[in-house]
């Protein structure tokens, strides 16, 4: 059986998701669409959690927190089920799919065979949608790929139920009522507003402040940790950034793009300009990748380099701190 | 970012013909996406990533020669998981699975609990038991 699914690759796996299901369900929304409403931008910094043995940075929310947010503020209608045996989560997936509703999974990435050994790791907050099944295999529709594929039945199993931290435990999730009409103008006020008071709040692992928290890490690692320990710290950053879900320059990048759709739908000139500005932060974040893979691959041992990054992060807080000031005024 | 500038390296994308897809800006300045092979600055971190896990494995497997700990503990890092994901797929409290790091502990290891790590690692009981490090 199958389900006629349109597959549209994304950018981030979450909003690709969240915006394939959506329109097929009949309402038209963009990956950044989907991404600026869930309020997906944010950044989190938590020293004491270690994953690949260094600390824990997000730069985005919990997962499942953006389509949830979606609906929230759309007055859409999301079923979420999570199965403690796999069989009966077999049965739902095939029932959903009998009734022709494509549905979204949460799922770990180690066991995804159609993803490069490279990027096998135990990472749990992956997203994909069933939409159909054959004798052998699901029907896969992956948006970070560029075109769908399929998993075996024991291999959708065994990621479906991943250990680890975020266990997806089989979840699966799908729009069971969409309406007619939506408030677009509305939910994007909402949101940016979440979005300037999660990066300004005044915390000191959250948002801006995060950044300027790990900033000042930076320039401790190598004397805390030796270069060895420190530039393994920065890879995972760098990873954590621009590869698992695209977090800093990635992220700003379909920010902006949100705030450019936002602009012709609240009619707001100053959202447009404010567009411009998170590009080029996105571009900032960018650099600050390319200057710190160098400082790992030549695995220099001078501190002054670690300073410059540091400094490098500050300037990008500053700037950000700056600009969901701006952004906040723009839309009240 | 502009459209053109979208980089095009080689990476561990491009070896199994993937491209990701970006967000860039086109001459108008208005967003548009674009397919990026890879990209440099990225290859460098999971490669960084790669060689590390790689050197625990090496080193857990000295270890393991050297009889300072358990095949489980290299297991673990072959199959690129740390404590706290090992015990959560073999459903035992951490300070039972750390337990098990020590030979003398693992040679009196029943078959049954054996028989969870295999499956978490994805190999027979018996390669587990007779894992030699050489």
């Known amino acids: 059986m199958e389900t006629n699914f349109i597959h549209h690759q994304s950018?981030?796996?979450?909003?690709?998701?969240?915006?394939?299901?959506?329109?097929?369900?009949?309402?038209?929304?963009?990956?950044?669409?989907?991404?600026?409403?869930?309020?997906?931008?944010?950044?989190?910094y938590l020293p004491f959690v270690k994953v690949n043995h260094a600390p824990a940075i997000s730069y985005r929310p919990l997962p499942g927190s953006i389509f949830n947010?979606?609906?929230?503020?759309?007055?859409?209608?999301?079923?979420?089920?999570?199965?403690?045996?796999?069989?009966?989560?077999?049965?739902?997936?095939?029932?959903?799919?009998?009734?022709?509703?494509?549905?979204?999974?949460?799922?770990?990435?180690?066991?995804?065979?159609?993803?490069?050994?490279?990027?096998?790791?135990?990472?749990?907050?992956?997203?994909?949608?069933?939409?159909?099944?054959?004798?052998?295999?699901?029907?896969?529709?992956?948006?970070?790929m560029e075109t769908v594929t399929t998993l075996t039945h024991d291999e959708l199993n065994k990621v479906r139920f991943a250990k680890g931290a975020f266990a997806p435990r089989g979840q699966m999730y799908y729009p069971i009522q969409v309406p007619v009409a939506v408030d677009f103008a509305k939910a994007i006020t909402t949101a940016i507003k979440q979005t300037c008071r999660d990066m300004l709040a005044p915390m000191p692992i959250i948002g801006v402040r995060g950044i300027r928290f790990v900033a000042r890490q930076i320039t401790k690692w190598p004397i805390k940790h030796g270069?060895?320990?420190?530039?393994?710290?920065?890879?995972?950053?760098?990873?954590?950034?621009?590869?698992?879900?695209?977090?800093?320059g990635g992220f700003r990048f379909i920010y902006a793009a949100f705030l450019q759709e936002a602009s012709v739908i609240l009619k707001n000139e100053k959202l447009k300009e404010l567009s411009l500005e998170?590009?080029?932060?996105?571009?900032?974040?960018?650099?600050?990748?390319?200057?710190?893979?160098?400082?790992?691959?030549?695995?220099?041992?001078?501190t002054d380099v670690y300073n410059t990054l540091s400094n490098e992060l500050l300037h990008i807080a500053d700037l950000e701190e700056e600009f969901f000031k701006k952004l906040k005024k723009a839309i009240s | 970012m502009k459209k053109n500038e979208v980089p095009q390296d080689e990476g561990n994308l491009s070896k199994s013909n993937m491209k990701e897809l970006i967000y860039a800006t086109d001459e108008e300045g208005n967003y548009t996406t674009a397919l990026s092979t890879g990209w440099?600055?990225?290859?460098?971190?999971?490669?960084?990533?790669?060689?590390?896990?790689?050197?625990?494995?090496?080193?857990?497997?000295?270890?393991?020669?050297?009889?300072?700990?358990?095949?489980?503990?290299?297991?673990?890092?072959l199959n690129k998981m740390d404590l706290p994901i090992l015990a959560s797929y073999v459903g035992m409290w951490k300070w039972r699975v750390k337990k098990h790091f020590k030979p003398k502990v693992f040679a009196g290891l029943s078959d049954r609990v054996l028989q969870r790590y295999a499956e978490a690692f994805n190999i027979s009981t018996a390669e587990l038991k007779k894992f030699k490090a050489d």
């Open chain 1, 227 to 248: 270069t060895k320990k420190a530039n393994h710290y920065l890879a995972q950053l760098v990873r954590m950034q621009e590869e698992i879900g695209t977090g800093g």
């Open chain 1, 69 to 144: 947010k979606v609906a929230k503020r759309l007055g859409l209608k999301i079923k979420r089920e999570k199965f403690s045996s796999e069989a009966n989560a077999n049965k739902a997936l095939d029932e959903n799919l009998k009734n022709n509703i494509p549905t979204g999974l949460q799922v770990g990435v180690y066991n995804l065979t159609y993803f490069p050994d490279e990027y096998r790791f135990h990472f749990n907050a992956h997203n994909l949608v069933v939409y159909g099944k054959t004798d052998t295999d699901y029907l896969i529709s992956d948006p970070v």
């Open chain 1, 11 to 44: 950018a981030h796996c979450e909003n690709g998701v969240a915006s394939n299901l959506l329109r097929h369900n009949g309402l038209d929304i963009s990956e950044p669409m989907v991404f600026g409403i869930g309020s997906g931008l944010f950044f989190v």
């Open chain 1, 278 to 302: 998170m590009t080029k932060i996105g571009d900032l974040w960018r650099d600050f990748a390319v200057n710190a893979s160098r400082v790992y691959k030549k695995r220099s041992t001078q």
């Open chain 2, 40 to 77: 440099e600055p990225k290859t460098i971190a999971l490669t960084n990533s790669i060689d590390d896990i790689n050197e625990r494995i090496a080193e857990a497997k000295t270890k393991v020669k050297e009889g300072k700990c358990s095949p489980i503990v290299y297991f673990m890092e």
